[in-house]
């Protein structure tokens, strides 16, 4: 990293193009080819991928010298230099680089803003740096600074050596003053069961108080992964969006447990997250081994007020035993000790009821036989299978909704169909008028056709007619003609005789 003042760890961190952590997320902007120079270096995780997979030429800089004798491999240029004092012009002068990557050292430097502001004359032109920080913002550190604890840790977001603490607001000031401007924002999410933080402190908050801290943009941003180029003409367009799904809307359910001569305490008590909007959910609520025996047990559905369907309870012991499982009728609950709380039945199933939360901090004690819970002492679990707890605004507005929504669905499919028939009944007309036109031309021409037939055959009629006379002319002439003959041969015959005679 960029000093390490108040320790000499080297950070190992696992390299993995697929994930979404702030490396990665990195390591996919940097395009094949580059010439790039690697501030805080470390052991050269980041830089043997670049060499290695995407042909890059990479310079850096690494204050720890155990750390550049693991990266120099890699490294075209590796100085082992204090970020905080290095003058990057006189190692780097003559080089201008397409990506500059500050990867988690911001937060480690005294004055990060002089070392940024040396960066704009190491940029080649449309070059771009590229820098991860921690956002201090990440609702899991503001929940414990609520409970008024602020501990450093060996990594995190309040890693040991992190002397500058960074918002989204704070970076892009910072960037700005050094002569850069942030074209993208993307994010690393980190849920709180993943992260360093107990969810403890954030569920002894009052909800309205969670719903508000839940409900920002960046609730679950750990960091801030930013791309910045020189700063250039005044650009009045908003600033560049957080690249980050909005958090999960979603309602804290708590299980208690009572010890012999004790009462309910938060110390002793489970809580998980269900999702609001699932109409059928399944939590599962663990419990720890205990000293003692659990006198009974205290759930807390939810930390609203609404209308909830309750579908099973199930108890475990820490084998996976089953223990005990709610016999789904309203009779069994509705006689155990319970605030805020209204049990009726559904009228949809037999096996289900509807729970009526009346406020902030509805609960219901189990029904659990007192043996049974003997069998919880090394550990078990409770597994609810419930709804959201919707609102009865939601509700009204859902009997309101749903109906007219369904007539104007209706609605519209009749004016669908109504508007199919009116176009099939156009083309219909369209298509027998044609055929009505297309039934006159052939009547007109069959009247053609017979007229031309009549005068063809009166025409052959004519034609017989000639042919007949002309055949009696024939067999006249012939008549004739053998008439001629006959008489010839008669004379010449006549006068041979008379000349033989003489």
């Known amino acids: 990293m960029g000093r390490g003042i108040l320790s000499h760890h080297i950070y190992h961190r696992p390299l993995d193009l697929k994930g979404q952590d702030s490396l990665a997320k990195l390591a996919r902007l940097v395009r094949p080819g580059s010439v790039v120079l690697d501030l805080g270096a470390g052991p050269g995780i980041l830089g043997r991928h670049l060499v290695e997979q995407l042909g890059c030429t990479v310079d850096g800089v690494e204050y720890q010298q155990a750390a550049v004798e693991q990266a120099a491999h890699w490294y075209r240029r590796l100085e082992c230099v204090d970020l905080e004092q290095i003058d990057l012009a006189e190692y780097f002068g003559d080089c201008h680089y397409e990506f500059i990557i500050c990867a988690d050292i911001l937060e480690h430097l005294r004055w990060p803003a002089n070392l940024l502001g040396q960066l704009p004359g190491l940029l080649a032109p449309n070059g771009q740096v590229l820098a991860s920080v921690p956002n201090v913002a990440h609702a899991g550190l503001i929940a414990e600074l609520l409970a008024g604890e602020f501990r450093y840790r060996p990594e995190g977001l309040l890693d040991a050596t992190h ?47 969670i719903r508000a801290l839940l409900g920002r943009p960046d609730a679950l941003v750990y960091q801030f992964i930013v791309s910045a180029n020189i700063t250039g003409p005044v650009d009045e367009s908003p600033g560049p969006l ?74 475990h012991d820490d084998a996976g035993q089953l223990l005990w499982r709610w016999d789904g009728h309203r009779e069994s609950l509705a006689t155990q000790p319970s605030r805020q709380l209204v049990i009726v039945e559904s009228g949809l199933s037999s096996n289900e009821v509807v729970l009526f939360l009346a406020g902030e901090d509805p609960h219901l004690e189990l029904p659990v036989p007192a043996v049974t819970l003997v069998g919880l002492q090394a ?91 002309l055949r009696a002319r024939i067999d006249a002439q012939a008549a004739e003609i053998h008439g001629l003959r006959r008489s010839w041969r008669e004379r010449v015959w006549s006068g041979l005789r008379r000349h033989w005679r003489d």
């Open 163 to 209: 002397l500058r603490f960074f918002t989204l607001r704070s970076l892009l000031r910072l960037l700005e003053e050094a002569g850069l401007q942030a074209v993208a924002v993307d994010a690393a999410i980190c849920e709180l069961h993943q992260s360093e933080f107990t969810e403890r402190c954030l569920d002894a908050l009052p909800p309205a108080l």
């Open 242 to 315: 957080l690249r980050c799904p909005p958090p999960e809307l979603r309602f804290a359910c708590q299980l208690f447990w009572r010890l012999s001569g004790a009462d309910y305490q938060a110390d002793a008590s489970s809580a998980t997250w269900g999702q609001m909007g699932a109409e059928r959910q399944s939590l599962t609520l663990p419990i720890p081994a205990l000293a003692g025996p659990i006198q009974a047990l205290r759930l807390d559905f939810a930390d609203r007020p609404g209308l909830m369907r309750l579908y099973g309870l199930v108890l």
């Open 379 to 469: 550990g078990g679990q409770l597994a609810v299978e419930f709804s959201w707890p919707m609102s009865l605004d939601y509700l009204a507005l859902v009997q309101h909704c749903i109906p007219r929504r369904d007539a104007e669905t209706a609605q519209a499919v009749l004016s669908q169909q109504v508007e199919a028939l009116q176009a099939t009944n156009t083309h219909l007309t369209v298509r027998n008028n044609e055929l009505t036109a297309a039934v006159a031309t052939t009547s007109a021409s069959n009247r053609e056709l017979e007229a031309m037939l009549s005068t063809q055959s009166a025409g052959r009629i004519d034609l017989e007619n000639q042919l007949n006379e």
